[in-house]
């Protein structure tokens, strides 16, 4: 790994946790208060694995904007891609806002929804930027959909 790539790396994954700070500031009137009443699906997580793995995607997310970073910000395919990674961790950070703050599972399932596809598009610009990156992003797709199934099923269950 090269300095630049490492710099990069840890910058973005900061950024990314830093999101993800906020996503937490935003659960926690929803976590004390609403979210305990709900009725939940059969496959729902605890809330300390939720939030683990979570950590986990948003550091795999920063390793792959580091990774595309590094080949340089001056490339147009490469601010395209990292343009698309920003409005999605935009997107993922509101979802925490519209499900947990504002209580709203039926909008914060179309904001999921929106970010799946988002998030396809910025793997598919990553993978022409850099195929490891895009592999580093497969696994917050997968988790994605698993969020919209569940936030899904808590809607169906709770309307």
């Known amino acids: 790994m090269t300095r630049k790539l490492f710099i990069r790396s840890s910058f973005a994954v900061g950024i990314c946790l830093i999101f993800g700070f906020m996503g937490t500031v935003a659960t926690q009137t929803g976590i004390a208060e609403w979210y305990p009443g709900l009725e939940k699906p059969w496959f729902h997580l605890e809330e300390?694995?939720?939030?683990?793995?979570?950590?986990?995607?948003?550091?795999?997310?920063?390793?792959?904007?580091?990774?595309?970073?590094?080949?340089?910000?001056?490339?147009?395919?490469?601010?395209?891609?990292?343009?698309?990674?920003?409005?999605?961790?935009?997107?993922?950070?509101?979802?925490?806002?519209?499900?947990?703050?504002?209580?709203?599972?039926?909008?914060?399932?179309?904001?999921?929804?929106?970010?799946?596809?988002?998030i396809l598009f910025t793997i598919r610009w990553f993978r022409i930027i850099s195929t490891r990156a895009a592999w580093f992003l497969t696994p917050y797709a997968v988790w994605v959909l698993f969020a919209i199934v569940f936030n899904f099923e808590i809607w169906r269950l709770n309307s």
């Open 48 to 118: 300390d694995l939720f939030s683990s793995i979570w950590i986990l995607m948003y550091v795999l997310m920063g390793i792959a904007a580091g990774i595309v970073w590094s080949k340089g910000f001056y490339h147009k395919w490469v601010k395209t891609a990292l343009y698309h990674f920003g409005f999605q961790l935009f997107l993922n950070g509101f979802w925490f806002l519209l499900f947990f703050a504002l209580e709203k599972p039926f909008v914060a399932l179309l904001d999921l929804i929106i970010l799946f596809v988002l």
